[in-house]
């Protein structure tokens, strides 16, 4: 008995197995890391994904494209106005409509809500993982107003469902504008806090500071995009290489860094921030006149082909790519979503680093579950 | 690059090609026994120097199972579109391009996954999101009792 104790508990060679999740907060969302360790150093992740995997291709070749774009709501969440966005753009795309600027507009600034709001739901969950409880009741509290806006003019909050071929759903709430600069004149006041209890900590900064780094052939070997990838240096910005809605129209600055570890990572997301009321500032006194929607048939028929459309969600590049047959349905429907590809790189991140500092390099990646299972 | 060089250039590297001009990206079709062949020229060629593997398509194209590769270049910006396809639905085969593009694992772990898409020299080729039992679900002539349809 003691012979087989020793062997199970000093022996330096074997390594030890652990299972994190399919249920544990640190994953956020069902998914599950086998992780091999030798003592408390990082062998080898393995991610097991597939725990909600609804087969949302699969789902979309006996839908129309207007009722597809429900479904993309639901593959990343925090991204869903802008998800909604890539199938309606491509659709646009397609039939070679031309979208009013009013459309436009309204979309770029949704958009840059909802990566607002998906970046503060980053920030509190992360001071979360690394034990800062007080990130996630300020994270979440900001976040609330843009859920409040998002619900006086969709009536939805996360799951907004906004946008339709030819432009969006509803026009804007009348007190829209008002809301939304209430909103920034807020949150302008509130950033430097956030700052103040995470960027600057010293704490916060032996969590993250060289851990997880990222060289640029990396990122672009394993194909990280967002602000990911940009923290490495790789310059990946669809909004900047290939503007789509209004994004041609405004000034910003596509946030880089070159040190690529969880600290830039987490870096570029807090400046993006700042980056996206940038651009709301720059258009919210500018909306144009004119239709909320373009008329369009009762039933979608793309022309025979394949449409390929990309967009920049808050976590990377979104793609869409449809091959039509010419029927009411897509024959295929094929998304490219940016955390199944980034979820590549995890393990080559980890391997070395202790398991503690895992959690660290999981959490500044930003995964939304639901986005790599579809 | 644009199109038109693009596919100009992709001519000069072997033959047995056939190259279109999309509507939006140069799409090269290539038989599954050059794929890799020309995907690592792609790659490491200095005028096109395709560095990032955008997306791998698998779709079932009523006998045929085709791959469909979009790749990009990060210095030049352009993008070129590789298809390939094998009438073998028992055993469709073709040859890994994760020695490349690591970004490809994941990607053609999926292909397998819900098209059943061998690939050769892949180096961990296991289902990814269903057990092994399922089926392969996107293809076309998958059945399922439970799938409801209106």
Redesign the interface.
Known sequence: MEEKLKDITTDEQKEYLINIGPQHPSTHGVMRLVVSLKGEIVKNVEPH??YI?R?I??MCE?LTYAQIIHLTDRMDYLAAHINNEAVCLAVEKALEIDIPDRIKVIRTIMSELTRLQSHQLFWASYGMDLGGQTCFFYGLRDREMILDIFEETTGGRMIVSYNCPGGVMYDLHPNFQKSVKEFLKHFRKVLPEYDDILTGNVIFHGRTKGIGPLSLE?A????ITGPSGRASG???DVRK?EPYSAYDRVKFNEVMYNAGDSFHRYLARVEEMRESMNIIDQLIDNIPEGPYAVKMKPVIKLPE????QRVETPRG?L?V?I?SDGNKTPY?F?F?TPN??N???LN?LAKGFKIADLIAIFGSLDFVIPDI?R | MDKIELGEFIKTLDSGFEIKE????TEVTVPPSKLHSLASQLRENKETLF?????V?G??YGPDLGL?Y?LRS?KY?HTV?IKSRTPDRENPQFDSVSDI???A???ER?AFD?LGIRFSNHPDLRR???NSSWGF??RKDYVDDDII?W
């Open positions: 994904i597939g995997h087969g291709e699969k006996s990396d672009v070997n394993y194909g790789f310059s990946c290489h082909g394949e449409y390929w590049e793609g790519f091959i295929r094929r490219r199944f590809a979820l590549s790189v080559h299972d | 999309g509507k939006q990206f560095d990032f593997l955008v997306s398509t779709v079932d469909i979009h990060t910006g579109v593009w690591e970004a694992d994941l990607h999926e819900l990814l999101f269903l679900p996107l349809t």
